[in-house]
């Protein structure tokens, strides 16, 4: 085997990181790249091609409407990753901020404030978060002056302060192991100020089970985002979604159009494995203790 | 005779321990004058390293400071606010401590934690301000320091790291070096090369060092002057020629004994019975009067207050 493609994998932590780094740089390009590789339109209908098996024209077949499933479940991914991504982004903003705050004044009101909201926060299982807020407030778009947010960024919203309080609770533990090291009494000794010190010189510390913990919580957003759409509180129509996909086909789940759910589902479903394979090989290759291939519990 | 550019009087500083203040510090009162190198000596417990932590105020919670006073050069440093006293930290008063290993950043390069501190202080250009480093770095013995910067602290010995951390203390060019045992985490021919560090800096940049250890070795070796701590409280104070050939308080005697010596004499190494006391559990009157030979029923009850006798200054009864 080629020497470079060989090194790649020991880097990635062997060939399930390199599996998963592939999955996940795949959908990506996929995302990106919808308007152009996508071979129809995601939206346009085309009754006299409805629920076509898969062929040489439509790989992945077409839907109840005569929609190229492949182009919906390329289209698909775009929704997916950015609230899977954007949420993870909106989640390590607050939570990074709440953890290492309530870490430094460790042993104070501040401390008890933040972990406890964010205990209570988290009592609650996210998706039932989810579906009660989105239930609640609606699932028509959101305009803010002159821009008009789709149901969808209202989600990525939701799931991203849901993260936090996961996110908090990673950062708290490793930042408060950090910020009684002495190299933070050091700097406190040179006259540096509190914030310099949390974030210039706790959170580099903080970094790895961060890294891990995001890209472990881009796959459950896309979980999330796909349970939502499935029961009509996320992605609203025409906007292709997989989750929507998933749900539009429910009627056709005995009636032989197999290709309806098999292909938004296997999209779901590789997509998470992809994350997961990655965050695991991440957590693998940024864990000292790991490094060896040895477990420690 | 000038005044002291550190000022410690009468320093209570305390822990709560179940539901009341257990003192750390027992009416501690010591100077540090310009350039003089003063060593803190004690016990695990004595209350040394509480004493320098308390003079940068950065005693840690839930510990607080009760009483007395501190003054860095007339500056009431117990009375400044927050951002007041981050200027005098790092800038007129700068900390070495114990573990070399532990006190520098993992993350970053020598060289940007060095440049961190000094920007902390000074407006400077990045060129002068890499000028500086480059000159801290020098001036603590680091070879090559252009390459030096640019290493990560994993890539330096214990000694090298302490080096580097003397030099991020006295980038600044602070007046006074708090040294909390910067030795006693390093090989014994790298101590001497520290002390040697240390005394080659308090000549060259004429900066006062107040140097914390428990081997009175290293402190004759430093320090012009010595104060003796035990159970929070000083026992003794005075120079080190005076204390290491007439010291007048028992435990200081009795310190002075516990230390080997090559050139024979004692078959069986001295050690002092019992334990220090624990806190919380402090007894009435002198804290080392359970373990002192020399002790009458008065040093049971009433603490001694401090006295002069000879140029030292005793914290006991039955000193002469």
Known sequence: ?297 | MNAPLLEIRDLRVGFPIADRMALAVRDLSLDVMPGEAVGLVGESGSGKSVTALAAMRLVAHPGRILGGSIRLGGDDILALDERALRKVRGRRMAMVFQDPQTSLNPAFTIGQQLLDTINAHRSLTPREARAEALEALAMVGIPAPERRLNSYPHEFSGGMRQRALIAMAIACRPQLLIADEPTTALDVTVQAQVIALLRRLARDLNLAVLFISHNLELVAELCDRVVVMYGGMAMEAASVEALFSAPKHPYTRLLRQCVPRLEGGQERLLSIDGAPPVLGQMPPGCPFAQRCPDALARCRSDEPPSRQLDGHSVACWVAT
């Open chain 1, 1 to 297: 085997m080629n020497r470079g493609i060989r090194r790649l994998v020991v880097r990635l932590g062997g060939w399930s990181g390199a599996v998963g780094a592939s999955i996940v740089l795949a959908i990506a390009l996929a995302a990106l790249l919808a308007p152009w590789i996508a071979p129809y339109d995601p939206v346009s209908l085309n009754l006299e091609r409805k629920l076509q098996a898969p062929d040489a024209a439509h790989w992945f077949g077409t839907d109840q409407a005569g929609r190229d499933i492949l182009s919906r479940a390329i289209w698909g991914a775009r929704v997916s990753l950015m609230v899977g991504v954007l949420a993870v982004v909106i989640g390590l903003v607050g939570g990074v901020g709440l953890g290492l705050v309530a870490a430094y004044y460790s042993g104070g009101l501040v401390e008890q404030a933040i972990m406890r909201t964010v205990d209570a926060i988290a009592s609650i299982p996210l998706l039932i978060w989810a579906i009660a807020v989105v239930g609640i407030i609606g699932v028509g778009p959101v305009l803010i002056g002159p821009f008009r947010f789709a149901n969808e960024f209202k989600l990525l919203v939701l799931i991203g302060f849901l993260y936090m309080p996961g996110l908090a609770r990673v950062t708290y533990t490793v930042a408060q192991i950090e910020a009684v090291a002495d190299y933070v009494r050091a700097r406190r000794v040179q006259g540096a100020r509190d914030l310099a010190i949390m974030f210039g010189d706790v959170l580099p510390n903080c970094l790895s089970p961060l890294i891990v913990q995001g890209t472990l919580l881009v796959a459950i957003g896309i979980v999330v985002e796909a349970s939502v759409s499935f029961v009509g509180l996320g992605v609203q129509p025409p906007t292709p979604s997989w989750g929507t996909m998933l749900a539009d086909s429910r009627n056709y789940l005995f009636s032989g159009e197999w290709w309806l759910p098999v292909f938004p589902g296997l999209a779901i479903s590789v997509t998470v494995v992809g994350f997961n394979l990655l965050g695991d090989a991440l957590r693998d290759m940024l864990d000292p203790r790991r490094s060896t291939g040895r477990l420690i519990a």
